[in-house]
């Protein structure tokens, strides 16, 4: 269960605490839960030694995945704050993993050393016991390799994986890269010092993967930019180092790619490279093509670093010229002779384009067009004015490799030039020795096939006495295998034969090297041409010239300008049906291509996305086994801790491993809890009978103790009275001493009471003038004392009287300012109440004239309803049957009013007149509403209710609220305004 922790300080302290008992795992637990946790993301100067804790927390527990989490998440805290921080966590845990696998490293060799002279060792004179011998034999292995199996081993794997981490974790972040070149030249390192081949290998192709994702992420923040020059300085001194190591521990394919690499690199760069660079650049190249076999290419790389340094070194001495023209030379010379083939050979080969491809490979790390020849080398040797400089001894070593014919003397001259190369002190130049013998062996063959048809081969070794005959036998198989000589050779009479096979020709042009004449069979291929040759001379010469054969060559003539022009526009028709039916048959293969590409790409994709899709759901598989293999860890490593912690505290469970490995922590909980009521009861259960025995005991040691204390007390009681007579008997002897003491002391004290007072006046007097003179001081300082106290109080007393009067006055002016505001407010409402009793009175004016109104109205309504009464009262008077029913002069029911109201048929004015009538009759009711509410209008004994629309208890309105008087702007409630705000006295100006 992690631990979560209100501030970092407090999980440092915590792991400190972890750390003193012992447990490291459960400190390391609790950083992690820091270093992980959300609510810590913000980089504080506290997470560095947090992590440099965790760190060294996981290399003592060679935790290398755990750390690899943690630096991940440090990367994401600190990567936009502090990078600097991320480089200091990274070189120290690189440094502690470091420093412990060389301890493991001088462990190993302690141990080895004390198993092979230790004290267990009987005799000195034979340390390999039967035991060593016997795992020497069975493993192949000694004492010092089983000890590094078992304890450096383990930490080297540690090293190598926290290089690789941390390589995987700089990667393309341009904010680290120089940490992440620093680390890859480490790991380089690592691989040197422990000869880790494999894991150099991996490093390397890891190199490698990173440099090509930087081509792919290039979008990214803060992706690396390669045309950065301090990037591709950066990447060319790592990929530098790395030729190094690669040279040094002999992996000659790795240094081969990291020149590759480094000729990458220069090729990316816009600047040409420095000399010093392109130096170092073509001895390693050169190193890598003599270990690869490649004497051409070797010899072409010197050719180019001896220009290089005649051209860009400005203090070369004629010594090291000389010496660098010796070594281009013997390098030129020690290339093998290239086999000799004719022109079918040629064009077969020249079908082969994976040779051809590897040689322009080849080239273009020496910034070649194309491919070197021994032969162009060694014309460059005279054109550039090489042999000029070289040492004589080896000028003439060239002389008699490539100029002279001397089969005799060859070998012998050859072998003087050697043995000058030999005792020289430039082992640089003595790695040739052995191919120039080659070549010389094969320059000797050569000369003798010239000379000779058959030769013994002890002859051939007496001239070569350098080289075995095994070795020449290999060498006339090679160049006979190669079609570089013509020979076979007949084991039973030990002799070579040269040139015997006539119908095999081996080249057309002239032989490389020294030549005096052409073999047989280069001889007989050139035959049937002398021959016509020869025919033709010889018949001009026998047949004389006549006209018959003018005019036939007149007439051949004739013809062939009579058909030259058909027959050229012939075959520029058949050119172009040619070239139509190529076009055509490329364009059906390019088609057919196409389709093939495109059904393998659709293939290919097809693969990829199932193969994708399954490592999806493998990588979820894993990372759902992956969490509930974490959380089965989590909940057992609880499960632990608690047992831990119950067996430290006294409370043992029995529980076995098997039990504890399926147990969960509420198992251990419940387990726990039964564990405690059972010892709960059993300890109830202890107590009660110890009760019992310890009531019973203490009861019958009580019955037997009584007598005993009885008689106890008896004899205290005797011992006590005795004691205390005794020392009573002594005090009274002691004060009858004491008084007699004392009246001896009297007398004696009475003799000298005239000397106690002739000495106190003596010393009164003294000490009177003292005290006189020191009570004058004393009124003296109390007298200025006063005065410096009064003279304070007094001025102290002003500034209070003027402190008190500026507040009185302040007081003053604030009353006043007060009372001011105060009659302006008294002033501001005496406006208000002026103007209210205005709008009232102009109110009650109105209410005034509207109850006349009213009152006219109701007189008028009082005629109306007269008059009604008194059409009842005539009309009552006609007989029932002929009296038509009531209706209103204007005819019809409602609708029939409404529609006369829509023609014309009322006059405005009576409607008018009518409307106003009512509305002052309802303004007449709204003077007494409890008057009007006890009495109704009536009329005929009949409630009436004249007001359709409005309420009875109030006065029409004629706005939104007739219960104030009108206004005249947004608040009548105020006075009218003069400005913005009358609260104020008017402005004089704008502010």
């Excluded at 462990?107 to 004290?119: C, F, K, L, R, Y």
Aim: net charge neutral.
């Amino acid at each position: 269960m992690p631990i979560y922790f209100q501030r970092p300080e407090n999980a440092l302290k915590r792991a400190n605490e972890f750390i003193d008992v012992g447990k490291k795992q459960s400190a390391l637990d609790a950083l992690y839960d820091v270093i992980k946790s959300k609510k810590h993301r913000t980089w504080q100067k506290i997470h560095e030694p947090i992590m440099e804790k965790y760190l060294q927390l996981c290399v003592e527990l060679k935790k290398s995945h755990i750390a690899k989490e943690g630096l991940y998440q440090y990367k994401n805290i600190c990567q936009q704050v502090n990078v600097k921080s991320l480089e200091d966590v990274v070189r120290g845990y690189l440094r502690l993993a470091d420093e412990k696998t060389e301890a493991a490293r001088t462990e190993s060799q302690t141990v080895a050393g004390s198993d092979v002279i230790g004290e267990d060792i009987d005799d000195l004179d034979n340390m390999q016991t039967p035991e060593n011998l016997l795992l020497s034999a069975v493993s192949g292995e000694d004492t010092q390799d089983r000890t590094d199996r078992l304890i450096l081993t383990p930490w080297v794997k540690f090293l190598w994986e926290s290089y690789r981490q941390c390589l995987e974790l700089l990667r393309n972040n341009s904010r680290v890269e120089r940490l992440y070149h620093d680390v890859a030249q480490q790991g380089f390192r690592f691989c040197q010092k422990y000869q880790r081949k494999t894991e150099f290998r991996k490093l390397c192709e890891n190199l490698r993967t990173h440099l090509g994702h930087i081509h792919k992420h290039q979008h990214q923040q803060i992706a690396i930019n390669l045309n950065n020059t301090d990037t591709q300085q950066m990447n060319m001194e790592t990929r530098l180092v790395q030729l190094d190591i690669a040279i040094n521990m002999e992996l000659w394919q790795e240094a081969f790619k990291a020149v590759e690499d480094v000729h990458d690199l220069m090729a990316l760069s816009k600047k040409p490279p420095k000399p010093q660079l392109m130096a170092n650049y073509y001895q390693k190249l050169g190193l890598v093509f003599w270990k690869a076999g490649n004497h051409l290419f070797h010899a072409c790389t010197w050719h180019k670093l001896f220009h290089l340094f005649r051209e860009q070194k400005k203090t070369l001495t004629q010594e090291e010229l000389k010496r660098m023209a010796s070594r281009v030379l013997l390098a030129t010379l020690a290339i093998p002779i290239p086999p000799s083939q004719n022109l079918v050979d040629r064009c077969l080969d020249s079908g082969d384009n994976s040779i051809l491809e590897k040689q322009r490979k080849l080239a273009g790390l020496l910034d070649l067009g194309q491919p070197p020849t021994r032969s162009g080398l060694i014309k460059d040797l005279v054109k550039y004015n090489v042999m000029q400089v070289v040492q004589p001894q080896l000028l003439e070593l060239y002389r008699w490799i490539e100029v002279d014919f001397h089969p005799m003397k060859l070998c012998g001259r050859v072998t003087e030039c050697l043995q000058y190369v030999e005792q020289s002190d430039e082992p640089d130049l003595q790695q040739y020795v052995k191919a120039l013998q080659d070549i010389t062996v094969m320059r000797l063959l050569k000369q003798v096939s010239q000379v000779y048809q058959t030769i013994e081969f002890s002859r051939i070794c007496g001239l070569a006495t350098f080289s075995s005959p095994f070795h020449i036998e290999n060498i006339v198989v090679k160049a006979a295998k190669h079609n570089n000589l013509q020979v076979r050779i007949d084991h039973r009479a030990q002799t070579l034969f040269f040139g015997t096979d006539l119908v095999v020709a081996q080249r057309e042009d002239v032989p490389e090297g020294p030549h005096l004449q052409s073999m047989p069979s280069e001889r007989i291929r050139s035959q049937l041409t002398s021959m016509a040759c020869a025919l033709n001379t010889a018949l001009e010469k026998i047949q004389s010239k006549d006209d018959n054969f003018d005019e036939l060559r007149a007439q051949v003539t004739q013809s062939f300008r009579n058909t030259c022009k058909k027959e050229h526009r012939r075959v520029l028709e058949r050119r172009s049906i040619i070239e139509r039916r190529k076009e055509m048959l490329e364009e059906i293969n390019s088609q057919r291509e196409y389709a093939e590409q495109v059904r393998k790409e659709e293939e290919q994709r097809m693969l990829i996305e199932a193969e994708n899709a399954r490592l999806e759901k493998e990588a979820e598989e894993r990372k759902r086994q992956r969490l509930i293999q974490e959380r089965k860890d989590m909940e057992k490593s609880q499960v632990k801790l608690r047992l831990e912690q119950l067996k430290q505290s006294g409370r043992n469970l029995d529980i076995d491993e098997e039990e504890l490995e399926k147990m969960e922590m509420d198992d251990l909980v419940q387990k726990q809890m039964e564990q405690l009521d059972k010892e709960k009861k059993e300890l109830t259960a202890r107590l009660r009978n110890q009760e019992k025995k310890v009531d019973h005991l203490a009861r019958a040691l009580r019955l037997e103790e009584i007598p005993l204390l009885l008689e106890q007390s008896a004899e205290a009681e005797k011992q006590e009275r005795a004691f205390w007579d005794q020392q009573e008997k002594e005090r009274i002897d002691n004060m009858e001493l004491e008084r007699e003491m004392a009246l001896k002391h009297g007398t004696r004290l009475v003799r000298m009471e005239t000397d106690i007072k002739d000495f106190m006046n003596t010393l009164q007097k003294a000490r009177k003038s003292v005290f006189k003179e020191r009570s004058e001081a004393f009124e003296k300082m109390l007298s200025e004392e006063k005065a410096r106290r009064l003279a304070e109080r007094r001025e102290k007393r002003r500034v209070e009287r003027r402190l008190k009067a500026e507040k009185e006055r302040e007081e003053a002016a604030r009353l006043a300012e007060e009372e001011r505001i105060r009659e302006e407010k008294k002033e501001k409402e005496r406006l208000e109440a002026e103007l209210k009793a205005k709008a009232a009175a102009a109110y009650q004016e109105k209410m005034d004239k509207l109850d006349e109104i009213a009152a006219k109205q109701e007189q008028k309504e009082r005629e109306i309803e007269e008059r009604l009464a008194r059409e009842r009262e005539a009309g009552s008077e006609l007989p029932s049957s002929n009296r038509a029913p009531w209706r209103p002069s204007a005819g019809g029911g409602w609708r029939e009013r409404e529609k006369a109201k829509t023609d014309g048929q009322y006059p405005e004015s009576r409607n008018n007149e009518r409307d106003a009538d009512t509305v002052e009759k309802e303004k007449k009711y709204d003077g007494d509403d409890e008057d009007h509410n006890q009495h109704p209008p009536q009329r005929d004994g009949v409630e009436r209710d004249y007001r359709k629309s409005y309420d009875d208890r109030e006065p029409p309105r004629r706005g939104f609220e007739d219960r104030e008087p009108p206004r005249r702007g947004f608040e009548d409630r105020e006075p009218p305004r003069r400005g913005f705000e009358d609260r104020e006295p008017p402005r004089k100006a704008w502010l």
